[in-house]
């Protein structure tokens, strides 16, 4: 991952650039997390399939 920031004034605007990698990765454990939190009806704690987490 590669972020630079450049800087105005009071403003800075940050470019953050990430291999699909990463982004997947980031992705997939953030879905796994929500995953173990929810509750979804039909399924237990950490139990319902991706698809389906993503719907809600």
Do not use: C, W
């Not at 630079?4 to 997947?24: G, P, Q, Y």
């Not at 319902?48 to 719907?55: F, L, Q, V």
Request: proline share 4%; aromatic share 4%.
């Amino acid at each position: 991952m590669n972020v630079t920031v450049e800087r105005v004034e009071n403003e800075a605007t940050l470019k953050i650039t990430a291999s699909a990698a990463e982004v997947n990765a980031g992705y997939k454990k953030a879905v796994q997390k929500i995953a173990d939190q929810a509750n979804i009806p039909g399924f237990r704690k950490g139990k319902a399939p991706r698809a389906i987490i993503e719907m809600h």
